[in-house]
């Protein structure tokens, strides 16, 4: 499998936010009190993040932390610097490089944008800062934290398990569930990077779902069109990850 272009584009800039992150925009932040989030409202930027931009490679310093709006960031795991595995994503519902505040420095995964979209952003220096200070914030990303370990656990035995068209399927209910949309746009070269197969692996398992008439898959804009098929080919593992995220945090994931 080739590796995924690791160039690390920085997201342009759009403009320091006047009024920092809205109550529209990043379900997490929005959990907040009022009061916090206008404290925090003036460290933040707004920034637009492209699709395929890698946003933290491993190894590397992290230097912003994202509250995404409406973009959605995939986290993949690396082997030998080329192979790859999803083991988790962050949408509206999440955060990405708040491990800063647990004192990694370095990112541990690969971040690459997997839909266009905005995001607020805040310096790491700025963010532990009001991480030690802030009982609301330490809260929050505690439960975030152990919701994304919880993503992680469930996906390791899914890869390991469970057969291809049933992640596939698993993969595109939670993306369905992250984009808060049927349609949306994921390559085959992107879905074989996210699952850890080769693309015509993808390609065999897309075909198989699409035979059922679940989804509807061309040139990488797929449509679900029964989801509650969708959800009976999949593994268990769709439920488990969901269910991870609402009991934890029922406000902010849907
Ligand atoms: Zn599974």
Redesign the pocket.
Known sequence: MPAMTATMNLPREAGRSGVGPSAAGNRLLASLPESDLQHLAALFDTVTVEVGEVLYEPGQPIAHIYFPDDCLISLLAVAEGRMTLEVGSVGREGVMGASVALGHELAQVRAVVQRSGSASRISRDDFCAEFAQLDSLQRLLYRYTDTLLAQAIQIA??SR??VLE??LA?SLLITRDRLQSEKFHLTHEFLAHTLGVRRVGVTKAASALQQQKLITYSRGNIEILDSAGLEAVS???YELVKDAGTAGMANVFI
């Open positions: 035995v899914c398990f469970h049933a992640r698993r593994c268990r593992c």
